[in-house]
């Protein structure tokens, strides 16, 4: 549930009228309910009540600072992927007792920079990075706690970019090879502290059973390693849980909870939780102008100032969002049109075949769903400076990111003398 909602014939986010907002900070312009995402996070951290847990915000959802300050202050941890995250992590006042380090790819400067900040652990994806922490571990004089992310290898049927469970997908360690990996660590990488079991199967999965399936597996490997002597005291369970960009019914929390909670019985463990877009998700939409209205022999088309480098989901995985009108035309008819940004890419659509009723040109649309995988994945293509963030609190708001200028644009670039001097 959210708190962006009609009131009469206006839009609100919260208490506030969007159309004030778009006013005020123009468009294209992210607006995030603050209490959206305190509600989400409690009714995911309330899902596993009684039990010993960490809910890790996957940071790489929506990284505003004020959006990891929110989640911060109600206790959560954060689930990272880089560098750049676990900075913005503390600079958002996150603890980073709380934070676990994922991904494929880490740089030796990446484990080194965890190291020194303390961070909770590293989940490790190959038996090479396994042994890279180790050595910077022991080049720092430290010892590093690590879970190893199994790939069950299960189905999670989301679609196939963020599908991650499958046996042929580049992430974590299939379980065979995984129980081998431990015991190698423990006799010879003595830096390291092998205290979780790890996974994450994909995202936006919309059905109980492959979380089911991948916890039975990695249940499984949390005994068999407990019998080889192993100190395991952490199942990260991953992210995932999906949510309602349109006609999908996933698991509510509280039932993903239960199911989890169940399937853990008797195991003794922290349990650890990366969820990202199901807190953040339906706490942000995108608000666009639009510029023009065509018609075409096939099409109509509704020209939208937002556009694929400012909302990639569309474009990327030809994905749904729903569109609603920021003041609610009275009586005016519907008709089936694309909507699209001004990108020179025929990708570029943030709908497609869409029933809306008619906008004219100066009239304000709202995308909704767009607080995950929306600003984070935004870019600068065709030159077009990033859109302004905002965070409603009630009846108040606050601008929480600038909207880019020029100037931001070519940030770091130079014109190299040589190139230019005839010499
Ligand atoms: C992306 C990601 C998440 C978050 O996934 P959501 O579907 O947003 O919950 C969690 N863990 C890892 C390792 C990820 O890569």
Sequence with gaps: MHFFNYRG???????????????EAGTPVFIYSQKTLKRHYRAFDGAFKGVRRLICYSVKANSNLSVLKTFAKMGSGFDIVSRGELFRVLKAGGDPSKVVFSGVGKRDDEIEYGIRKNILMFNVESAQELRAIDSIAKRLKKRVCVAIRVNPGVNPKTHPYIATGFKKNKFGIEAKEALKEYVYAKENLKNLSLTGVDCHIGSQIT???????ALKKTR??????????????????????????????????SRYGKEVVMGTKGLDVTLIFEPGRNLA??????????????????????????????????????SYHAIKPVV?????????????GPVCESGDFLARDRDITEVKPGDLISVMSAGAYCFSMSSNYNSRPRAAEVMVLG????????????????????LARPLFSGG
């Design 9 to 23: 014939n206006r839009f609100y986010a919260e208490g506030v009228p969007v159309e004030r907002i778009a006013k």
């Design 207 to 213: 059905e109980i059973a492959p979380f089911i399936d």
């Design 220 to 253: 499984n490997v949390v005994e068999t390693l407990r019998r080889e002597g192993l100190d395991i005291r952490y199942l990260n369970m991953g992210g995932g849980l999906g949510i309602t960009y349109g006609d999908e019914t996933p698991p509510h929390p």
């Design 281 to 318: 998700g339906n706490a942000g939409i995108l608000v666009t102008k639009v510029l023009y209205t065509k018609k075409g022999t096939l099409k109509n088309f509704i020209v939208t100032d937002a556009a694929m480098n400012d909302l990639p989901r569309p474009s990327l995985y030809g």
């Design 328 to 340: 609610m035309p009275g009586g005016k008819k519907e008709i089936t049109a694309d909507i699209v």
């Design 395 to 414: 009846r108040r708001f606050f601008v929480v990111r600038e909207r880019e200028v020029a100037e931001d644009l070519i940030k770091g670039e130079v």
